[in-house]
């Protein structure tokens, strides 16, 4: 999936409820964090792909600004970081799995 931008896909998409991304968002951050995730490439790379996904979305239920789709690496990271932390500050819980 690399260079597909799924913004455009998740324009397609139909409402998800915030509380069932709250759900995914703590759920994924576990895997990435603890699960045996973390030790295989391929695995970790479709469990950050999908973080990036939910983290999109709820960005949009939220109303904060995001720019994952265009970065990458380190620079993805730290937006990573500044979205998650704007987040919080609106209200959802991303820790706590």
Known sequence: ???VDVTVRMDELPPVPIEQLAYDLRRLDHQR????????EKC????????DIRLQLACRCLGVPE????LTGVDREIERLRVEDRLE???????GL
């Open 44 to 51: 970790l790379a479709a469990v950050m792909r999908a973080y």
């Open 1 to 3: 999936m690399q260079g």
């Open 33 to 40: 964090r603890n699960g045996p995730m973390r030790y295989s």
């Open 89 to 95: 500050a609106a209200g959802l819980a991303l820790r």
């Open 67 to 70: 720019h994952l789709q265009p």
